[in-house]
């Protein structure tokens, strides 16, 4: 089944009748449309329902998750990161927030403490495969800096060839609104390897495990977006060691994607 923004619209307005007729002090219901409005890209409006909820429940971690999540989408690293201090003090055994607050020390460039957020959440959740895959990304990035910094315009290559790559595939994925409530059960990782053409050369390779009953349904609509995008046409011919193999994780939870270009298999 294929989800559109009317899905998260109407997902939005059931929150909102909810909330208002059900229950206006439930801080559960501001949560919940507060990830809606996130998914649709509504950030303001999400921020305002997770400060409600805040207000609400102050010792709600998920709330401080959420809104730093959004904060994060923002590109307010500062903030997101607040929000996830806060939502670690409230909550501790949270393996997502660790997950989510590492991310944030990576484009700080505070590998160190990436990895270290990443070791946590993997302590509280063995089988959480993106804490397991950001942090063999950082300890990756750590290798290449001790061999020596790559050309400045290989770097700056990899970096505009991934952001453009990442935009080109959240433009197609459409995963069901309905996971965002539990994003630690659907994270997927999707490596794939591409021809010189951009288009896949191989089938893809799932690279995380979820629980939710719904994952195999995460599964696909990541693939989905992955093989609507080709071919990936920012990607030069002439660099094509740089981004041979290209491995993406999907995130429901901030409805974002992230990833890592690799050279030859």
Known sequence: MRYTSVCVSAAI????IATISVAADDALFYNGRGNAY????????????????????????KAYNGR?????????YDRA?????RAIQLDPKYAVTYVNRGYVYEQKSDYRRAIADYDQALKLDPNNAFA?????????LLAGKRSGPAPAEQRSLSEQALKALREKIRVHWKPDPSI???????????????????????PMEVRSKGTGPLYQS??????????????????SPSTYDLWETVEINFDPGTFSIFGSIFGPR
């Open 13 to 16: 307005a059931t929150f909102g």
């Open 38 to 61: 996130m998914y649709k890209h509504d950030y303001d409006r999400a921020i305002v329902d997770f400060e409600q909820a805040i207000r609400l429940d102050p010792k709600f971690a």
């Open 68 to 76: 730093g999540a959004t904060y994060f989408r923002k590109g307010d």
């Open 81 to 85: 990161m607040s929000d996830y201090d």
């Open 132 to 140: 397991r895959l950001n942090r063999e990304r950082v300890l990756a």
């Open 180 to 202: 965002s409530s539990q994003p630690d059960q659907y994270r997927v990782a999707i490596r794939f390897h591409l021809n010189r053409d951009g288009r896949l050369s191989a």
């Open 218 to 235: 995460a599964v696909e609509a990541a693939k989905r977006a992955i093989e609507l995008s080709q071919p990936f046409d920012m990607l």
